[in-house]
Nanobody, 117 residues
Framework: QVQLVESGGGLVQPGGSLRLSCAASGIMYSINVMGWYRQAPGKERELVAIIRSGGSTNYGDSVKGRFTISRGNANNTVYLQMNSPRPEDTAVYFC???????????WGQGTQVTVSS
């Protein structure tokens, strides 16, 4: 059974920092991409950051220079370091894994991040 376990969400003050983690298990295929998307109330889900198996990354324009994505040594864990968060970063953050030759997509349940003083 595939599981994506997200952790690290919560309340953070503007200008603070927060780190999200996502651990994947039960995926039978080679993981090609891991990453994070987010969805704020009334808005569409949008890219935050992804990291490929080779280490290359992509970031959403609104988080470039503030957030950093990385993978754990076991390559089944992905982290999102959120520095200098802003109130507009408030959203539910979803972990994404893309695996196998057919690019199967697996989504986590989401973790709430609220940026507020």
């Amino acid at each position: 059974q595939v599981q994506l376990v997200e952790s690290g969400g919560g309340l953070v003050q503007p200008g603070g920092s927060l780190r999200l983690s996502c651990a994947a298990s039960g995926i039978m295929y080679s993981i090609n991409v891991m990453g994070w998307y987010r969805q704020a109330p009334g808005k569409e889900r949008e890219l935050v950051a992804i990291i490929r198996s080779g280490g290359s990354t992509n970031y959403g324009d609104s988080v470039k220079g503030r957030f950093t994505i990385s993978r754990g040594n076991a390559n089944n864990t992905v982290y999102l370091q959120m520095n200098s968060p802003r109130p507009e970063d408030t959203a539910v953050y979803f972990c994404l894994v893309i695996a196998g030759r057919k690019s199967y997509q697996y989504w986590g349940q989401g973790t709430q991040v609220t940026v507020s003083s």
